[in-house]
Each structure stands twice: as C-alpha cells, then as structure tokens.
C-alpha cells in the first residue's frame, strides 16, 4: 500500500471570494438638539420645516450648533460623503451662513458657504441650499461610531455684516460602502503523525488543517467554503471525494467537495471578526496512491444570509 508515501508532500493553496457591494444612503436625517450664541429663537432650527426661524442680524459669526441627527451606520461601513442641505434664507445676497461639520461635538475639516438668493429673503421664503455631496468628507476622515453619535451635526455662523439670516431647519444624508470581505489571516498545512501502513488501514487517521478567517460586514452575512484536491504534479491518482471534509459552523464535518456554511452573523464591528475553519483529509477513505504531492484548494465566498452556498 503506497499511502504514506502518497501523501508525504502537501501543499496548501487558499483562494479567497470577497463581495463589497454598491454604496448607499441613510438620510436625510434632521437635527434633534441644538446649541446657540448670538442666534435668537435658535429652537426653531431643529426638526422639519415650520416656517419658524433661528435668527441673526448685524455682524458675522455667533455659533448655531445642530446636533442629534440619530444616524445608526453599521460599524464596518467606510464613510464616503456628507451632503448637507440648510433650509435657508438672507436678506441680501451679502448675507449668508458658513457650515462646518461637528466631530464629537468640535467643528473639523472644510467651511463651506451659503449666501442669500433673490426671492429667499425672510423666513417664509427660505428654502433648501445644499453643500457637500455624496463624495465629499469635508477635508477630514469618518468612522460609523463619529457619525452615529449624538454630537455629530453642523456649526452655522452667520456670513454679512449688517443684515440677517434665517435657518429654519438643517438635515443631513450619509453616503457610505455596504462592505462584505473575507481575508486569510493564518493558515496551516495539512500534516500528521503516520507511521505505518497498518495504522491507516487499521483506523480513520486525519491530516487536519486549520485556515483563520477575517470577516468584515455591515449586513447580516454568511461565509460558504469547501476544499478540493487534486495530485499535484499530474501522475499521481486523485483522493476520493469523501476523503475531504470540512467542518460547518455547527461543528459537523460535512463532505469538502461541496461548498458549506462555516461561518455566519450578524453586522461585525470596524475591525471585523475572525472565523475559524477546519479541514481534514480521511487517509483510510483515501484509497491506494502513487508517490508524488497532493494540492488542497480552499475556496470561500461571503454573501448576505440566506443566499445559498455557490
């Protein structure tokens, strides 16, 4: 029986399957609590609009904070713009507001600036003006936990120095990746311990190898992955196909050859979660070999739960 020697060289080869899917939206979202100097009736900025307005006449500056814009972005998600769209109007076109995002409740990155309009002149005229965009990180980073906390928001100051400005409302929409990756993070070759022939006819001897998984999702997911074998170089016969097996993420050992959950969840955090996957070669079920290696393949695929296995 050529077993033992069949199968003393292995070689391992992992081929990974990633899925980042399309961006998307949450939003537009408004303001729930605000923070003011030098603005009267700053209340009327928060919420939808009513055609009631925070004000400010005479010289530029004063701070308007909007905050509490209950965004609930997934952990792993990359943030990839903020549109901002103030509900607005100046009494001439010299007037207007200056918009800074709020970072932890400080004001970070780019200003960028609304001024008055014909025909939006007084508060019962004021209408939507939009800065940033679907793109635009305003000159500095984000993460999910900076946008979903409760002082995030915007800074308004008043542009002009005689006149007034009105907000009636502010709200904002997040632009960000759906992500779903999968990544090696360790691997092991398959080996064992066999000395004789007789050990493997005699019982079930594993060559049992372990591949760690990293996983990054904003969704619900579900990792699928199964290993395949071939003689490597050709000329040496092929293992059987229950040989093979790999264990779900029940912990049951299922055939290798077809493609099993190994792993599933809920949305991970920024850094992701690691997914343990153990697979194993039957010797006994190997059948007789000739001399020469054997090359495992494991493949994985991520996908949203529920969607079967390829």
């Given at each position: 029986?050529?077993?033992?020697?069949?199968?003393?060289?292995?070689?391992?080869?992992?081929?990974?399957?990633?899925?980042?899917?399309?961006?998307?939206?949450q939003?537009?979202?408004?303001?729930?609590?605000?923070?003011?100097?030098?603005?009267?009736?700053?209340?009327?900025?928060?919420?939808?609009?009513d055609?009631?307005?925070?004000?400010?006449?005479?010289?530029?500056?004063?701070?308007?904070?909007?905050?509490?814009?209950g965004?609930?972005?997934?952990?792993?998600?990359?943030?990839?713009?903020?549109?901002?769209?103030?509900?607005?109007?100046?009494t001439?076109s010299?007037?207007?507001?200056?918009?800074?995002?709020?970072?932890?409740?400080?004001?970070v990155?780019?200003?960028?600036?609304?001024?008055?309009?014909?025909?939006?002149?007084?508060c019962?005229?004021?209408?939507?003006?939009?800065?940033?965009?679907?793109?635009?990180?305003?000159?500095?980073?984000?993460?999910?936990?900076?946008?979903?906390?409760?002082?995030?928001?915007?800074?308004?100051?008043?542009?002009?120095?005689?006149?007034?400005?009105?907000?009636?409302?502010?709200?904002?929409?997040?632009?960000?990746?759906?992500?779903?990756?999968?990544?090696?993070?360790?691997?092991?070759?398959?080996?064992?311990?066999?000395?004789?022939?007789?050990?493997?006819?005699?019982?079930?001897?594993?060559?049992?190898?372990?591949?760690?998984?990293?996983?990054?999702?904003?969704?619900?997911?579900?990792v699928?992955?199964?290993?395949?074998?071939?003689?490597?170089?050709?000329?040496a016969?092929?293992?059987t196909?229950?040989?093979l097996?790999?264990?779900?993420?029940?912990?049951?050992?299922?055939?290798?050859?077809?493609?099993?959950?190994?792993?599933?969840?809920?949305?991970?955090?920024?850094g992701?979660?690691?997914?343990?996957?153990?697979?194993?070669?039957?010797?006994?079920?190997?059948?007789?070999?000739?001399?020469?290696?054997?090359?495992?393949?494991l493949?994985?695929?991520?996908?949203?739960?529920?969607?079967?296995?390829?």
């Open positions: 029986m050529n077993l033992f020697r069949a199968i003393g060289t292995l070689v391992l080869a992992v081929t990974l399957g990633s899925l980042l899917v399309q961006a998307v939206s939003g537009p979202n408004y303001a729930s609590t605000y923070a003011a100097t030098g603005w009267s009736n700053a209340s009327a900025a928060v919420g939808t609009p055609n009631t307005c925070a004000e400010r006449t005479g010289a530029g500056g004063g701070s308007l904070d909007l905050t509490g814009f965004f609930t972005i997934p952990d792993a998600a990359v943030i990839q713009g903020i549109t901002v769209e103030v509900d607005m109007a100046a001439t010299n007037e207007g507001v200056r918009v800074r995002l709020l970072k932890g409740g400080s004001p990155g780019n200003t960028q600036d609304i001024y008055g309009i014909a025909g939006q002149t007084g019962s005229t004021s209408a939507f003006r939009t800065v940033g965009g679907p793109t635009d990180l305003w000159g500095t980073s984000w993460t999910a936990a900076d946008i979903n906390s409760a002082n995030f928001g915007v800074r308004l100051s008043k542009l002009g120095s005689t006149n007034t400005a009105y907000v009636d409302a502010v709200r904002i929409t997040i632009e960000y990746q759906d992500v779903m990756t999968v990544s090696v993070i360790s691997g092991t070759a398959l080996s064992a311990n066999v000395t004789s022939a007789s050990q493997v006819e005699n019982g079930i001897v594993p060559f049992i190898g372990q591949t760690t998984l990293q996983v990054v999702a904003t969704r619900n997911w579900r699928c992955a199964k290993v395949n074998a071939y003689s490597y170089p050709p000329g016969d092929d293992p196909a229950n040989a097996q790999i264990r779900d993420y029940l912990g049951n050992w299922q055939p290798g050859g077809s493609s099993v959950v190994v792993g599933q969840g809920a949305p991970t955090p920024a992701g979660i690691t997914v343990t996957v153990d697979q194993r070669v039957l010797l006994a079920s190997f059948g007789d070999g000739k001399i020469g290696p054997y090359q495992f393949n493949d994985y695929s991520i996908d949203g739960q529920g969607v079967p296995c390829p």
